[in-house]
């Protein structure tokens, strides 16, 4: 979920339990009228407006995202406390109908039941017993005739028990929330590993051809917007199937997670290299030129001739490649098509070499004498 959205969820829950709270404003007022309060409407009204512009802070800091600077950023907590706390100042000054107030306290506990940890709510249900305590003794200490000592441990009893029941519903849904959370956290790995499959290569870690088309498409749209180049360059592993018959596929396997690890580490952030089946590899270089392009390959295949595996020491290993520019406004499947066609001129000239489409950066590599190269 988007912090937006948590924010507008919040925002919504603070907004609902303050008019939970309006209600039990209005119903005050009309209590004081009927005269089951001990001091004057004013005071009453004095004290319920209190209670309700308090709460009406918290929603204000939600709504201007004050609230997320915070650990707890729903601020569950400290709006019940203040809730509960003004309900047991209100109780101090009633009679008659005192125990009604007790139903506050439920609605308070049930705002928390969805959003507070079992400890959080096992530490709230003791602050409610103890406010609703105090607020009885201090009854019982300026109005004693108000206090009737059996009846109120009934009630008392009665409420506490009530407590659990919502102690053992909120132990209920912290487990539940748990065990959704984890789902969800399991299940968002899940689709990012389904995400990360369907457009990776699953044996080199190398985007796959699907993602490379998507690229392609991208860059495509760049260069036809604006002043914007890119070179696409089709590389091949020369006699890669000896490699598979003398060696095994499992070492063709590591072979080919090698030489992917040298073009992922010979490119920047923004360069895409993909393979695309078998041995053939494909580099999108952004923003670059035919000369660049041609320094990236000749580099990759100097390194890739410095290669050595235990299990062959005496292999030696070249590539082959073809390099291209993108032509505004040719197509994907062209400047792919004008890419393997180099790469296979390539081929046709006896592999370890380098067709660019300016003759000039022709290149080929002879692993046998390393001061030579012919262009």
Known sequence: MLQSQKQALRLRRSVLSNLGVFSLLL??????????????????????????LGHGVFVLIIALSGNLRFKD???????????????SVLMCFLHDIRPLMLMGYL????????????????????????CYFASLMWV?????????????????????????????????????????????R?????????????ITDELTGLYNRRYLMQMLSQQRALANR?????????????HFKKVNDKYGHPFGDKVLKSFANLMTNSLREVDLGARIGGEEFVLVLADTNLDAAHGVCQRMAEKWREMRFPEAPELKLTLSAGITAFKSPETIEQILERADSLLYDAKHRGRNWIEVEQQELQVTFDFEDDSQQSA
């Not at 399991?186 to 990012?192: D, Q, R, W």
């Not at 604006?226 to 592993?237: E, I, T």
């Open 27 to 52: 119903l005050c007022w009309l209590a004081s009228h009927l005269g089951y309060f001990v001091i004057p409407t004013a005071h009453v009204l004095v004290l319920t407006s209190m209670m309700w």
């Open 73 to 87: 950023a729903s601020m569950t907590l400290p709006q019940m406390v203040w809730v509960t706390s003004c309900i």
């Open 107 to 130: 609605l308070v506990m049930s705002f928390g039941a969805f959003r507070l940890s079992i400890r959080g709510f096992y530490g709230f249900t003791l602050f409610t017993l103890t």
């Open 140 to 184: 019982y200490q300026h109005r004693p005739e108000d206090i009737e000592l059996s009846q109120e441990f009934f009630v008392f009893v009665g409420f506490g028990l009530s407590l659990c029941g919502f102690v053992l519903m909120g132990n209920e849904f912290s487990n539940l929330r748990q065990s959704l959370g984890e789902r969800h």
């Open 186 to 198: 399991e299940l968002k790995g899940a689709v990012s590993r389904i995400e990360e499959l369907a």
């Open 226 to 238: 604006s002043r914007y180049g890119f070179v696409v360059c089709y590389l091949d592993l020369d």
